[in-house]
């Protein structure tokens, strides 16, 4: 039996949302594809002698070289630790603070009070991590800071808060959720506001208090769009903000066991021209980053195949 096949032609509605996917293509192309072929760089003793390509064509090839002085530096695995850590706590804090106050921006019965506390929210995300430093350093700085003017009021001993890193973490995981929690939870609060009404209307007539409501129906409804955002944010824990690691500790030496990241360390490198290390670094973030996601997706995928990404 011959099979019909139906001819394809290109309709209007095909060439508007190609039109409209155009600029999207062209940045992906300009801004993440091309970019990729510098990838040879982590495996040549890169030297700059006239243009990108033609320095990259010239340079020497050493193969893993820069991968084994990556890891041959004395301080990686102290850089690994603090990425990772710091990454691990921001997950299961960010998660829990990003429900929590999407639930409860949509618990409010005022519409206007719930957009101006999305509004106090949301803002900080909008502010340079430059000037969140200065603004850092205006509570922290050590003869004319906020934080130890109150102090001397109270009579107690002042600190030199960028001299002494037992601090630091507390406060990068404070700014890192006070910058991020509210473009966070916005996600969280479209997907509560696409639920079902009728459900919770059926919960109370039931007699189902709120807490019943937002354990037994909020949260359940809410788990693959947790899921989802727990396997994206697990896929980047070897990257890290670099902004709130570089700029807000204002690169003091004092602290640099405490706030040295992946994303620090291959910055530091590029200033230091050592740049096919760099180049081992990011492509080692790369890497680990498919292979976090696409791993914890298989467990997802195992535990329970629809909230799964792929």
Known sequence: MEKSFRKIRWTKDDTHFSLLALPTTIWYILFSYLPMFGIIIAFKEYRISGGFLKSIATSKWVGFQNFKFLFSNKDIWMILRNTLGYNAVMIVVGTVLTIGLAILVSELHSKAAAK?????????????????????????????????????????????????????????????????????????????????????????????????????????????????????????????????????????????????????????????????MAAAAAMFQSVTACIMTLGVNQIIKKIDDDMAMI
């Open 116 to 276: 101006i506390y999305q509004t106090i929210l949301f803002f900080p995300y909008f502010l340079s991590w430059v000037v969140v430093s200065t603004l850092v350093w205006g509570f922290l700085s050590y003869d004319m800071g906020m934080l130890n003017s109150v102090l001397g009021e109270l009579g107690l001993p002042l600190h030199r808060w960028y001299m002494e890193p037992k601090f630091w973490p507390g406060f990068l995981v404070f700014m890192s959720q006070w910058k991020g929690v509210g473009c966070g939870m916005v996600v969280y609060l479209a997907t509560i506001a696409g639920l079902d009404k009728t459900i919770y209307e059926a919960a109370i007539i039931d007699g189902a208090t709120k807490w019943q409501q937002i354990t037994r129906i909020t949260l359940p409804m809410m788990k693959t769009i947790i899921v989802l955002q727990f396997i994206m944010a697990v896929g980047h824990v070897f990257y890290s903000d670099f902004g709130l690691f570089y700029q807000v500790p204002r690169n003091s030496n004092s602290l640099y066991t405490t706030v040295s990241t992946l994303d620090v360390f291959v910055y530091n490198q590029l200033k230091s021209s050592t740049t096919g």
